[in-house]
C-alpha cells in the first residue's frame, strides 16, 4: 500500500535559518509526492509537487523539496525561514496503483515552529 | 478563480441529528474529493467524483454517509444519525484532470467543523 511518514512532529527553527521538514514515502511504481500547508482553521494549500525529472523542484513561497529516490524521501526546504511560515506542513502521495483514482494519503504532519 | 467554497464553516449539533455540508469546487475542475481531518492527523480520503458519478468510496463511509454531486458542479456530504466520533474537520477538494494517474494538485476548501454534542 502506498504511504508516506513524516518522521518529526514538531520542527523549531529560528528566522533567517534554513528549514528542513522530512518526508518519506513508500509506493509500488513511480511516485507522485505533493506537500502542502495548513494555517489554523483552514484548508490545506499546495506548495509544490514531483511528478517526474528534476529532484528538485521548487514551489510557492519560496519553498522547494528534494525528491530522492534512493532514499525514498521527499524533503521540503526552505532557505531562510520566515515567522510567517509557521504552520502545519502535509506531505502526500497519489494512490492509484491500487486501481484508486488518484485519492491523495497524507502523513501526520508537521508543525514548524519560526522563532523571532 | 475563487476557489473552493465550503459551507457551513462550523457546525455544531446533537447526538443523533443529521447534517448536510455543501461543497462548490473551483467552476472549471471536473474532479471533486471529500476527505476528513481529525485533530492531530493528516486528511483522511473518504470519496471522489468524476463530474456526476461518484467512483471511489473509502471503508471509512458508512452507511450513515451519503454524498452526492447531482449535476457534476456542487456537491453535498450527508452524515445521518451522527455519532460522537464523527466530530471533525470534513474538506472537499477539487481538481481538473484526464486519466490516471492524474498529476494535477487539488485545491482544498477551508472545510467544516462539525462538533457532536
Known amino acids: 500500500a502506498q504511504s508516506v511518514a513524516q518522521p518529526e512532529d514538531q520542527v523549531n527553527v529560528a528566522e533567517g535559518n534554513p528549514l528542513t521538514v522530512k518526508c518519506t514515502y513508500s509506493?509500488?511504481?513511480?511516485?507522485?509526492l505533493f506537500w502542502y500547508v495548513q494555517y489554523p482553521n483552514r484548508g490545506l494549500q499546495f506548495l509544490l509537487k514531483?511528478?517526474?525529472?528534476?529532484?528538485l523542484v521548487k514551489g510557492s513561497y519560496g519553498f522547494e523539496a528534494e525528491f530522492n529516490k534512493s532514499q525514498t524521501s521527499f524533503h521540503l526546504k526552505k532557505p531562510s525561514a520566515l515567522v510567517s511560515d509557521s504552520a502545519l506542513y502535509f506531505c502526500?502521495?497519489?494512490?492509484?496503483?491500487?486501481?484508486?483514482?488518484?485519492?491523495?494519503?497524507f502523513g501526520a504532519g508537521t508543525r514548524l515552529a519560526v522563532h523571532p | 478563480d475563487t476557489g473552493v467554497s465550503q459551507d457551513p464553516r462550523h457546525k455544531i449539533t446533537k447526538r443523533g441529528q443529521n447534517v448536510t455540508f455543501r461543497c462548490d469546487p473551483i467552476?472549471?475542475?471536473?474532479?471533486l474529493y471529500w476527505y476528513r481531518q481529525t485533530l492531530g492527523q493528516g486528511p483522511e480520503f473518504l470519496t471522489y467524483?468524476?463530474?456526476?458519478?461518484?467512483?471511489?468510496k473509502s471503508r471509512l463511509l458508512s452507511d450513515r454517509f451519503s454524498a452526492e454531486r447531482p449535476k457534476g458542479s456542487f456537491s453535498t456530504l450527508e452524515i445521518q444519525r451522527t455519532e460522537q466520533g464523527d466530530s471533525a474537520m470534513y474538506l472537499c477538494?477539487?481538481?481538473?484532470?484526464?486519466?490516471?494517474?492524474?498529476?494535477?494538485?487539488?485545491?482544498f476548501g477551508d472545510g467544516t467543523r462539525l462538533s457532536i454534542l
Open positions: 477538494a477539487s481538481s481538473l484532470g484526464q486519466g490516471a494517474p492524474d498529476n494535477q494538485p487539488q485545491h
Open positions: 509506493v509500488s511504481g513511480n511516485p507522485y
Open positions: 502526500a502521495v497519489r494512490d492509484y496503483f491500487t486501481g484508486g483514482y488518484n485519492k491523495l494519503i
Open positions: 467552476s472549471e475542475h471536473n474532479r
Open positions: 514531483y511528478i517526474t525529472g528534476d529532484n
Open positions: 467524483f468524476q463530474n456526476e458519478a461518484q467512483l471511489e
